[in-house]
């Protein structure tokens, strides 16, 4: 496939062109005209560009690239070490950040809420639609049997605050609470590091929200508003968007795509 003609199905799929982002989405580091064997992880470090020169790929598609908003915009120093490895072995560089968070359905959100079981999912108030989510779980949740559920579902120990958690706790402090957990039904998730959300969905009457960075803040809003928090990880809550993307270019183009999945504990 034409490296350009890929770009442009890809945009059009997540209709980047429509969401307002930190960094550019698309193409972001030209490399060879026809594309194949394509390497997809979450961010372009010089750990996956390795992997994917070891795998002789044509290009490499991503969750996290380069070129942010605030960022120094010279190359040097580490970008370039990872820019010139690129360009050397001739390898397209494709990126989508927002647009692959609020994918209805290959998305980040959309996919973390699949695995977790949760339902009638909807957007709540934010730009663009599809940062913020809410769902439910009908039957309800306990705390423990959620935090084991995304413990088990992620293969990371998340964070967990309030409802009687503390961060080096993933059972509650209290004993009454451990036998009688509190129920969770409406939850609100935002993958990546979307912390900052916490108030909003707390106000928006939920049980529980699930992200994957806390900050310090975090444990004072998620005991005042009595929400359970889960930081599950950055990394680990944003592997299902681009893993899908590639399965998806895999059935519509007949690409060979290999997801790779670098380890990171945060």
């Not at 935002?190 to 960075?213: K, N, P, R, W």
Request: some cysteine; aromatic content about 6%; hydrophobic content about 40%.
């Amino acid at each position: 496939m034409n490296n350009f003609e890929l770009e442009k199905s890809l945009n059009t799929l997540l209709k980047s062109d429509s969401i307002a982002d930190y960094c550019p989405n698309g193409l972001q580091v030209q490399g060879r005209q026809n594309v194949q064997k394509v390497i997809t992880g979450v961010t372009a470090s010089l750990g996956l560009i390795e992997q994917a020169i070891a795998q002789n790929a044509d290009a490499i598609i991503v969750h996290h690239g380069y070129f942010w908003k605030g960022e120094n915009q010279t190359i040097c120093h580490m970008k370039q070490q990872r820019i010139k490895a690129l360009l050397t072995h001739d390898i397209n560089l494709y990126a989508y950040h927002l647009p692959l968070d609020v994918h209805p359905t290959l998305g980040n959100n959309a996919q973390l809420a699949a695995r977790l079981g949760i339902m009638n999912v909807c957007s709540l108030d934010t730009k663009p639609e599809g940062v913020l989510m809410r769902g439910e779980f009908p039957q309800g949740i306990s705390a423990i049997e959620l935090v084991a559920r995304v413990e088990q579902t992620l293969n990371r120990k998340p964070i967990v605050l309030g409802n009687g958690f503390t961060a080096a706790h993933a059972v509650p402090l209290d004993a009454q609470e451990a036998t009688e957990p509190k129920r969770i039904k409406h939850v609100a998730w935002c993958t990546g590091g979307g912390q900052g959300y916490l108030e909003t969905a707390a106000q928006a009457g939920v049980d529980a929200f699930i992200t994957g960075e806390a900050s310090e803040q975090t444990t004072h809003i998620a005991h005042e508003y009595d929400v359970t928090f889960i930081g599950a990880g950055h990394h680990a809550t944003e592997r299902y968007g681009v893993q899908a993307l590639g399965e998806y270019c895999q059935a519509q183009w007949d690409l060979d795509v290999s997801f790779i999945d670098l380890s990171n504990p945060v």
